[in-house]
Structures are given as C-alpha cells and as structure tokens.
Nanobody
C-alpha cells in the first residue's frame, strides 16, 4: 500500500514561487512513475509533471514548462514540485500520484495512476 501526503501549498502573488512536496510511506513508492496533477474548480484534473524512478527522467506539461521543475529526494522518499513565475491560472488543488505499472511519459492521464494524495491548495493572486 502506498500512502502519499502533499504539503507546501499556499497563497502567493503572481510572479511568486512555491515548492510542493509529496512524501510517501510506501516501500514501492519508487517503483515507477510519480506525477503531479492539478484541478481547478469546475475543471478536469490535468497532468502537470512526472518523474521516472529508473533514471529520474522528467516530463512536464507545455503550460508549465520552464516554470515548474519536478525532482526527487531519495533519502527522504519525497518528490518536489518547484513552481516559479506563478500565474493566476496556476490556481488549483495540486495532487501527487504514483503509478506502479505505467512508465512515465508526457501527457499522462489520471487513469495511469493508482495512488493519490489528498491534495494541497495553491492560490495565485494577480
């Protein structure tokens, strides 16, 4: 069983930065792919970025490329999402997720992931 806990959300002004963290208690956390998704009110949950356990390859959505960076800290069983140059349209609930069976790639879907955290809110004001 994989349990995920996100932290680091908050409220910032446009242009600011936040770092989200996703900590896991499960031993299979590093098995395959860890992803970040976000969901704004009334919108579908969208993929933001992923990192692969095998070689730490990373993938990110075009909407965040150059602003968001996904990374992992193996010693702490944690994956981070560094978010810079935040925009009001980045406002959403952010979720981390783990896939034990699907290899990381671009444009991943929620169906690729079997384990989810509870989410952390990010609010960006203009």
């Amino acid at each position: 069983q994989v349990q995920l806990v996100e932290s680091g959300g908050g409220s910032v002004q446009a242009g600011g930065s936040l770092t989200l963290s996703c900590a896991s208690s499960g031993s299979t956390y590093w098995s395959r792919c860890v992803g970040w998704f976000r969901q704004a009110p009334g919108e579908e949950r969208e993929w933001v970025a992923s990192i692969y356990s095998g070689d730490s390859s990373t993938y990110s959505a075009d909407s965040v490329k150059g602003r968001f960076t996904i990374s992992r800290d193996n010693a702490k069983n944690t994956v981070h999402l560094q978010m810079n140059s935040l925009k009001p349209e980045d406002t959403a609930m952010y979720y981390c997720a783990v896939s034990l069976f699907v290899r990381c790639r671009s444009d991943m879907s929620t169906a690729d992931f079997g384990y989810w955290g509870q989410g952390t809110q990010v609010t960006v004001s203009s």
